[in-house]
Each structure stands twice: as structure tokens, then as C-alpha cells.
């Protein structure tokens, strides 16, 4: 069972940053991919970004530009750079792993709340 622990949400200002933390209670090396997502009341949960073993990224295009995935090996830590925030940037966001044995877990979730 792999455990992934989220903080860094909060309530924010248009156009100013937030950076999101995810810590596995297992080596990073025993992951394939980290990836977060995220849920607007309303609408389904989306892809937002996703970093592989390797350290390839894919993003969304919404965020595209204004969002940074990177990972810390020696932590454990997958983090999500966020920066000129919009309202409709506004949702729950998740954190995602694959491990090498095929296995998805799931975050608890972190608010993050962008004001105009």
C-alpha cells in the first residue's frame, strides 16, 4: 500500500503562486509516473500534469506556460509549481501514482482557491 501525502493548497490572488507538495511513503524509484490532477465543483476530475520515471512532463494546455511538475528523488516528492493563477484555476487537486508494479494510488486532495 503506498500512501501519498498532499499539502500547499490555500487561498490565493489572481496571478500570484502556490506550490503543491505530494510525499509517497515508498522510493520514488518503485514509481513509474506522478501526475496531478484536478476537480472543479461541478466537473470532472482532469489531467493537469504528469512527470514519468525519466522526468518527462506533459501538461495540460490550460496550464501550459504557468505550471511546473518536478520531482525530489531524495524526498520522495512530486511538486507542482503554480504561478499566475486564475480563478478558473480554482479546484481540488490530486495527487496520482503508478508504481512499477501497476498499481494507481490516490491523494487525499488539497483546496485551492484562486479569488479575481
Known amino acids: 500500500q503506498v500512501q501519498l501525502v498532499e499539502s500547499g493548497g490555500g487561498l490565493v490572488q489572481g496571478g500570484e503562486s502556490l506550490t503543491l507538495s505530494c510525499a509517497a511513503s515508498v522510493s520514488i524509484f518503485n514509481i513509474n509516473t506522478m501526475a496531478w490532477y484536478r476537480q472543479a465543483p461541478g466537473k470532472q476530475r482532469e489531467l493537469v500534469a504528469i512527470i514519468t520515471s525519466g522526468g518527462s512532463t506533459t501538461y495540460a494546455d490550460s496550464v501550459k506556460g504557468r505550471f511546473t511538475i518536478s520531482r525530489d528523488n531524495a524526498k520522495n516528492t512530486v511538486y507542482l509549481h503554480m504561478n499566475t493563477l486564475k480563478p478558473e484555476d480554482t479546484a481540488v487537486y490530486y495527487c496520482?501514482?503508478?508504481?512499477?508494479?501497476?498499481?494507481?494510488?490516490w491523494g487525499q486532495g488539497t483546496q485551492v482557491t484562486v479569488s479575481s
Open positions: 496520482k501514482t503508478t508504481t512499477t508494479w501497476g498499481a494507481n494510488y
